[in-house]
């Protein structure tokens, strides 16, 4: 399959790998931002392909991971409301709040729907006038377009029984969040691909030359990652600091001003708090006066209160790239898809997902060096 195929190939993946190793003189440490990343790279055994001396940590690019509790807390409150369709991507259901999830409302006998898409929802809302219908709008820049989209219909159709429960993110003020704690190892960074094809990676040179950080936009296939990870290890050898683009099949510096601008239109930025992470500044999207009187927080008197709730869960530290899946505690023993204890064990594009998938059988991680054991 074009584009697939030729991005497989193991022996140019190798090939990279052998030049990594060529190149690598010192330690370096690594952070993809994407959850997709992440399941790619431990799918595909990426890291293992690597010497030793490249540590390569999973950043907090997973949009259900970061959904912060008091969202799904105030998505359960909406959801629990008479004549309340509540629509949510499916991964968000099993994620715990303080009362539950959306699932276990679902189970008391709230009307909650899996949907694919914010079109979706407003297609329900369409079917039936007679009820309010909410979107849980989770993600980063490659989702928030649909949203903007489906409000924007909403609103040249005068649809007035849809409604929007925001909780989307941006990428680079969580990047800037990252470097900027005092704890931080990240010596370099492979930006996401789609989020890039839709923003762009122009808002990343500042970033790339304030802090003196390599930050290479980056696909999803195995090919994609080991040249990106290339990339960025030469530039780090090399004592640069750029904005590289590995992506180019699908990504151009401007990315999509269409997207751009209906996000403008309907967004304003904010403030926003992550799960386990805590508020970032002017991380997230909030919808512009214009479009608030489609805003379900407003619509049904819904206040969300910063709540973090005590677990064992150390999804924040996985989250930082302080930890490994792998180095909690719970990890396939109290926590797993089955049981989560938290959204990165019950996401698919989750970092402890996907060691649970792919690694449950190691025995052994050091966070900061890596090295890995796979039990026989
Ligand atoms: S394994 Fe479970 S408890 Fe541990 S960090 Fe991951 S989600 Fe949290």
Known sequence: MKYIDEFRDPTTVHRFADAITRITTRPWTIM????????????????????????LLHGPGCPVCVTPAESIDTAIAIAGEPGVIFCSFGDMLRVPG?????????????????????????????????????????????TAPATAMAVAQAARDRIHNFSLLVSHVLVPPAIEALLDAPDNQVQGFLA??????????????????????????????PLDLMQGIYFCIRQL?????????????????????????????????????????????????????????????????????????PTECIAGTILRGLK??????????????ERPLGATMVSSEGACAAYYRYRRHATRSVASGIAWEASP
Not at 277 to 285: V, Y
Request: with cysteine; aromatic share 10%; proline share 5%.
């Open 32 to 55: 993809e931002i994407c959850g997709g990343q992440t399941h790619s790279i431990v799918r595909h055994g990426i890291d293992r392909l690597l010497p030793p001396s490249v540590n």
């Open 324 to 337: 490994k899946p792998i180095d909690c505690p719970a990890f396939a023993r109290r926590c797993t898809p």
């Open 98 to 142: 303080q009362s539950g999830s959306l699932l276990t409302a679902k189970a008391r006998g709230a009307d909650v729907r899996i949907v694919y898409s914010p079109l979706d929802a407003l297609r329900i809302a369409r079917e039936a006038p007679g009820q309010e219908v909410v979107f849980f709008a989770i993600g980063f820049e490659t």
């Open 237 to 309: 050898e090399e004592g640069r600091a750029e904005v590289e683009n590995q992506y180019g099949r699908s990504v151009r510096r401007d990315g999509n001003r269409t997207a751009q601008e209906l996000m403008r239109r309907v967004f304003t930025v904010q403030p926003q708090r992550w799960r386990g992470i805590g508020e970032i500044a002017a991380s997230g999207l909030g919808l512009t006066a214009e479009y608030a009187r489609y805003d379900a927080r407003l619509r049904f008197g819904q206040t969300s209160t910063a709540a973090e709730y």
């Open 192 to 221: 996401a691909g789609h989020v890039c094809t839709i923003m762009g990676y122009w808002e990343y040179e500042p970033i790339s030359g304030r802090y003196r950080v390599p930050i290479v936009v980056t696909g999803f296939e």
